[in-house]
């Protein structure tokens, strides 16, 4: 498998969501997967910055797929991948509008409301 390929799977994303996520567009990601250009040394360091994935791993495969990160780093990736589900989900971005206009009374109160909705609890 293609390791730009195994790298989108990794990370459960399209290639759409994948190439948004960096600013760049869905045919430069394909035309890489499916051989027809190879990974540029400039658009593989772009994705270990965005993603986290190893430019050495997916230019030479060599290293593990995953660069070493602060927690600062793992953060900002985790605040990035929150913020690609909620712009796949409408129904999420209308409810979150919402909520921003709220007061801290009635988000207690809705807070309280979603707790019972929330399966892990």
């Not at 997967?33 to 593989?44: C, D, F, Q, V, Y």
């Not at 230019?59 to 780093?73: F, K, N, W």
Request: hydrophobic residues 40%; proline residues 1%.
């Amino acid at each position: 498998m293609n390791r730009l390929k195994e790298a989108i799977k990794a990370l459960n994303l399209t290639q759409v969501e994948f190439a948004k996520g960096m600013g760049t567009s869905q045919s430069t990601i394909a035309s890489v997967t499916s051989g027809k250009n190879s990974l540029s040394k400039i658009l593989a360091f772009l994705i270990e910055k965005t993603y986290g994935i190893s430019s050495d791993w997916l230019l030479y495969g060599t290293g593990e797929m995953y660069v070493a990160q602060s927690e600062e780093e793992i953060a900002v990736q985790e605040q990035n991948s929150l913020l690609r589900r909620i712009e796949k989900n409408p129904e999420i971005r209308e409810i979150l509008g919402i909520l921003l206009k709220l007061d801290k009374k009635d988000l207690a109160q809705i807070l309280a409301i979603a707790k019972t909705f929330d399966k892990k609890e």
